[in-house]
């Protein structure tokens, strides 16, 4: 069967977020699926199905990391659509059925993609004892981001104090589900971005991923509520980087971003 690499949230190859994809028949048994993800190595791996016509949902969708299977996933969603398009497998819009509901995946003229994602419910919560040694930083204020997310959103003091972040990542994985969220105000907004993350993930084996799309459901109410404006970037500043464009729509958020397909091949086992 085909498997394809994409790099998802840029425009150009080698940056942005690496994710698996498979287009199946149908789903294997789970434990094929966590070693293909584990074999790919990835942040993610997605594997889809096509869904008959008349439901709710067009293709049916899990992700994958090298260790578990997740709740939600951002650029693995962006890639998945991305292979659909590029292959004309599917035109227009694509509903997703998955495990955080039916997510919708909308190509735009301008060659980009945008995801319809439910908005991150936030609770704020004190900033928990310990965390600030083990991220290497004092965090300002501390929220808890829901089920689906499940990480633990941090406020940095600057741009300059997340770009500089290196964390003890063995005991940051104790403070959530998933992982940590850092993140501040941009520095200069004429750069291209409003606010400034980095997502670390030890507990799904991900010790830092490059760009994360579900954090940024979490990331656009957080940050439109303080800087006044639904629309904004994110620029997630890893060794990869990428930027999102957040669009907060209430309940719902919209990611959008672009994809670049950098290995398509064979998958024999």
């Given at each position: 069967?085909?498997?394809?690499?994409?790099?998802?949230?840029?425009?150009?190859?080698?940056s942005?977020?690496?994710?698996?994809?498979?287009?199946l028949?149908?789903?294997?048994d789970?434990?094929?699926?966590?070693?293909v993800?584990?074999?790919?190595?990835?942040?993610?791996?997605?594997?889809?199905?096509?869904?008959?016509?008349?439901?709710e949902?067009?293709?049916?969708?899990?992700?994958?990391?090298?260790?578990?299977?997740v709740?939600?996933?951002?650029?693995?969603?962006?890639?998945?659509?991305?292979?659909?398009?590029e292959?004309?497998?599917?035109?227009?819009?694509?509903?997703?059925?998955?495990?955080?509901g039916?997510?919708?995946?909308?190509?735009?003229?301008?060659?980009?993609?945008t995801?319809?994602?439910?908005?991150?419910?936030?609770?704020?919560?004190a900033?928990p004892?310990?965390?600030?040694?083990?991220?290497?930083?004092?965090?300002?204020?501390?929220?808890?981001?829901?089920?689906?997310?499940?990480?633990?959103?941090?406020e940095?003091?600057?741009?300059?104090?997340?770009?500089?972040?290196?964390p003890?990542?063995?005991?940051?994985?104790?403070?959530?589900?998933?992982?940590?969220?850092a993140?501040?105000?941009?520095?200069?907004?004429?750069a291209?971005?409003?606010?400034v993350?980095?997502?670390?993930?030890p507990?799904?084996?991900?010790?830092?991923?490059?760009?994360?799309?579900?954090?940024?459901?979490?990331?656009?109410?957080?940050?439109?509520?303080?800087?006044?404006?639904?629309?904004?970037?994110?620029?997630?500043?890893?060794t990869?980087?990428?930027?999102v464009?957040?669009?907060?729509?209430?309940?719902?958020?919209?990611?959008?971003?672009?994809?670049?397909?950098?290995?398509?091949?064979?998958?024999?086992a």
């Amino acid at each position: 069967m085909r498997i394809r690499i994409v790099d998802a949230f840029t425009d150009r190859p080698f940056s942005g977020n690496p994710a698996g994809v498979l287009l199946l028949a149908a789903f294997p048994d789970d434990a094929w699926l966590q070693n293909v993800a584990k074999e790919v190595n990835h942040a993610e791996t997605a594997f889809a199905h096509p869904l008959p016509e008349g439901g709710e949902a067009d293709w049916a969708l899990r992700w994958f990391t090298p260790v578990a299977e997740v709740a939600m996933c951002g650029h693995a969603t962006l890639a998945t659509a991305h292979v659909l398009a590029e292959t004309n497998t599917h035109a227009g819009p694509v509903r997703f059925a998955t495990r955080s509901g039916v997510l919708v995946a909308t190509p735009r003229p301008d060659g980009s993609l945008t995801l319809d994602f439910p908005t991150a419910p936030l609770t704020p919560v004190a900033v928990p004892d310990g965390v600030a040694e083990a991220l290497g930083a004092e965090p300002l204020n501390a929220v808890d981001t829901g089920p689906n997310v499940g990480d633990l959103l941090l406020e940095l003091a600057d741009e300059k104090t997340v770009l500089g972040l290196a964390p003890d990542l063995r005991s940051l994985g104790r403070y959530s589900a998933r992982g940590i969220i850092a993140t501040a105000r941009a520095e200069d907004p004429a750069a291209g971005h409003d606010y400034v993350s980095r997502c670390f993930f030890p507990n799904l084996g991900i010790d830092e991923d490059p760009v994360t799309g579900s954090a940024h459901t979490a990331l656009a109410p957080y940050w439109s509520e303080r800087l006044g404006s639904p629309d904004l970037t994110g620029l997630q500043a890893s060794t990869r980087s990428g930027h999102v464009r957040t669009e907060l729509r209430g309940e719902r958020t919209l990611l959008s971003g672009r994809a670049v397909t950098v290995i398509d091949g064979e998958l024999l086992a």
